[in-house]
């Protein structure tokens, strides 16, 4: 049925294509767009090795701390933030490593995050609650856990496609035998942020390399192309395994120790901004769900301020990316479940299903598909990307809608978003989504240009058709009869 429904929804794209649409999309956000290269920097994940706490993870696709502050600073500026009481909630639909919500805990404001990659879940609520860790009992637990981790079962062959050539078999069972043993000690903070620190040893511990849109196999001389076999640098040793973990242990444990010294001090934000009153006294509730962007939302008119970044139209598979994490940590039994995420997650990627209905009908996407669908791409490529491309902007008009509903009026959202070329047809993703944002009834306020490429800085801007990364700034309109709270 719902092959169906995209073949029928492709048949009845135009055949001809004028370049008029997506041109009057960038004439008419012109106005709004201002450049914030100054920012660019910060919309990757770089820069978060160089703060505390931020650095026990690395999520390739994670934005910056520095790039939340400034949003949060613009979405909710202090004294209106002030009129609202409790302080706002600050929502991220699409949490991944929980950049939002530390950076919101900062502030003082609370803070809820979702997502569907169990992987992620767990990354951002073990993130979340470092403020109730005790760096002592990581220490305690982690030492335990490293000398009788070789009494444990463990598993030496698993079972996901990449598994085979990233890992050496000794290299899996003595990982999975330390998250056994780890299973052992009681459940709490601590004890999670352990297990965060085994699996972000994972990349380090294995072959492979997570690198452009794929998990790519290390070699000697450099990157393989993706999933080739070649020879590999050097035999994992349990030793290397269990050394990788230490260091990434240690990392939490002198945070920590910094953030919370002995003097009994409330652990508060992590860095302040200058000029900033100080660390709030009691740490803000801070909680993460494991659920559907476009279908799951907070209370109606709950959000002080939405922040967040979808996966782009990319080809970017978060399932594939992250199948060794997702296997080792026992959050998919195996292959076939990790198919399941695949086919669960946002559609961002060629191995997305189809929808079972489209009703898109904005102008500047069908005369991207419509030219897509015109040329000539390898065998079945432009069929594949069209899917992607059509799936993708269907599901994000239904992310939009619920956070419209959650925003409080008067309230705004960011969202984190880059634009894509294929077959040479320029995809403006942030100006579509302004569109599907005024669909769901949200204003575009700005469009913050934080990275552009391809064109000469005198013509940056949105005047030519450049790649660029944005943030995408819509509001909900206020309400006529209650005056704004966050
Ligand atoms: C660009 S990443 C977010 C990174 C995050 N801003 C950070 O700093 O770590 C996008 C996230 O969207 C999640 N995701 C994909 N489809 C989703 C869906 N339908 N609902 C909720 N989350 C989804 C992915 O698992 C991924 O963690």
Known sequence: MSADAWKEYRQALPTTVADTERARL?????PLTKERLD??????????????????VRYKEAYSPRLVRDVLDELLPDPLVRQGGTGPLVYDPMVGSGTTLLVAAERGFRALGADLMPYATFLSSAMARWRQADPALIRQIATDVLSNYTSMPGRARLDVPAAGWAFAPVAARTITRVLDALDLVPAGPDRD???LAVLSAVEQVSYSVKDGTSLRRRLPGGLARPGRPGQQRKTMKAADVITSVRQRV?????????????????????SLPSGDEGPPLCPPPIAVVHADAREWR???????AVVFSPPYPNRYDYSAIYQLELVVGRF????????????????SHLEAPPRTHYRISQPALREFLAAVNGSRGKGDESGRVLRMVAGFFEDMADVLWHVAEALRPGASAAVVVGTQTYLGQHLPTDLLLAELGRSAG??????????????????????????????????????????VTW
């Open 26 to 30: 960038l004439e008419e956000y012109e």
């Open 442 to 483: 949200l204003e575009a306020q700005a469009l913050w240009v934080v990275r552009s490429k391809g064109v000469a800085s005198q013509q940056r801007g949105l005047a030519t058709p450049a790649s660029r990364e944005s943030v995408l700034i819509l509001r909900k309109p206020p309400s006529q009869d209650r005056p």
């Open 332 to 347: 998919v039994p195996d292959a076939g479940g990790l198919k399941c995420v695949r086919r669960q997650l946002l559609r």
């Open 39 to 56: 920012l660019g920097r910060y919309a990757g994940t770089l820069p978060r090795a160089e703060e505390p706490v931020y650095r026990w």
């Open 250 to 270: 240690g990392a939490i444990v002198e945070d920590l120790e910094k953030l919370c010294p002995a003097s009994g001090r409330v652990p508060g934000q992590i």
């Open 193 to 195: 942020l352990v297990r």
């Open 298 to 304: 907070p209370a109606p008119e709950s959000c002080g």
